[in-house]
């Protein structure tokens, strides 16, 4: 796209036409469903925070201020309704503590990644993605699963570049141990 | 690893080089780098879109009107701010008089010796020296003041 256009998209996004919106979701609906079934590992739940997440920036358009791309600042979103979500359901937890080998299984029954591990690899990838510390796995599936770029990421999480590209280097160290000895 | 024939079977160690060789090139690459694990990380599959999703999120957009800031919208300024440009442009206003002008500097009377005679002078503020009938007196090398 080109700078007049996006310059123009831009104008038309902060006035809240609904048009150019919609053309944004489709263009990004993908990417943000991906980035939430990755975080939650729950099919419901990241079509819940997808939705969310549109529905937040449709009403916040004109707090967009274009300092970012427009994808980096809907993950943005998008990663702030999944740590909301994540301390609600922290609260949820404490009340219905009897409930957790219930929703355990559920959960792996709904989970988005459970299909598509197709092959062991993709399989081993996975669980040794799993024994990451969360602020790896977050750094891991914005740069290389989400496409992007340090300096997108560390403005989605609200980092220094240099910790987002340690975190990164960390987090594949890891990666590369856990599957060192079962590959 | 295979083991090690001896010293004095030339040709199956010849063998068993070869053996180890291969099993190196085998234990290399299953090494996994750093580069190779990216790439894997890039190339892992596509998550299944709903298909629900789509119409859905469509569907929520026109029921919400975004928050549009106002067309006129009142804002405060600091009177700190104004007083603190106002001395700015006072002060660059008196710089560039006192740059045009010059300071004032209070003549001088000084008696000189002007012509082998003494002479009672005044020096004006641009070093201009004028005897006591206010006639200028030519600025010509050194005066001797006295």
Redesign the interface.
């Known amino acids: 796209m080109g700078l007049r256009a996006e310059r123009k998209n831009l104008k038309e996004l ?3 036409r ?1 048009k150019t ?2 053309a944004a ?2 263009q990004n ?2 990417s943000i ?2 980035f939430m ?2 975080l939650t590992r729950d ?1 419901e739940l990241a ?1 819940e925070l ?2 969310e997440t ?2 937040s920036a ?5 707090s967009y201020k274009a300092r970012s791309s427009f994808k980096t600042w809907l993950h943005r979103i998008a990663y702030r309704k999944f740590i909301d979500s994540k301390r609600s359901q922290r609260r949820e937890v404490a009340f219905v503590a009897d409930l957790d080998v219930e929703n355990d299984n559920a959960t792996q029954a709904s989970d ?2 459970q ?2 591990t ?1 092959d062991e ?2 399989r081993l ?1 996975y669980e040794a993605m799993r024994s990451l510390k969360q602020d790896e796995y977050i750094a ?1 599936l914005l740069h ?2 989400q ?1 992007l770029s340090f300096r997108q990421v560390a403005k989605v999480l609200n980092l220094p570049v240099g910790t987002v590209k340690w975190q990164n ?1 960390r987090a ?2 890891t ?2 141990k856990y ?2 000895g079962r ?1 | 690893m295979a083991e090690f024939p001896g010293p004095e079977n030339i040709k199956e160690i010849f063998i068993w080089q070869s053996i180890t060789m291969k099993q190196k090139r085998e234990k290399k690459s ?5 580069k190779s ?2 790439a ?3 190339r ?7 298909e ?3 119409p ?3 569907a ?3 029921d ?6 106002p067309a006129h919208q009142f804002r405060w300024y600091h009177a700190g701010d104004f007083g603190v440009t106002a001395a700015a442009v006072v002060f660059i206003f008196v710089l560039i008089f006192l740059i045009n002008y010059g300071l004032y500097t209070p003549s001088r009377i000084e008696i000189i010796e002007f012509d082998t005679s003494l002479r009672c002078a005044t020096w004006d503020q641009n070093n201009f020296l004028y005897d006591q009938n206010n006639t200028y007196l030519e600025k010509s090398g050194s005066y001797e003041l006295k």
């Open positions: 902060r006035q809240g609904r919106y919609e979701v489709l609906y993908r469903y991906r079934a990755y099919t079509e997808t939705q549109f529905a449709w009403a916040n358009i004109d988005p990644l299909r598509l197709t690899h993709t990838l891991i290389y699963i496409g280097s594949l160290k990666l590369r599957l060192s590959v | 299953k090494r996994i780098t750093l694990l990216a894997n990380l890039r892992l599959p596509e998550v299944e879109i709903p629900t999703l789509k859905r999120l469509l929520k957009i026109p919400m009107q975004p928050k549009l800031a």
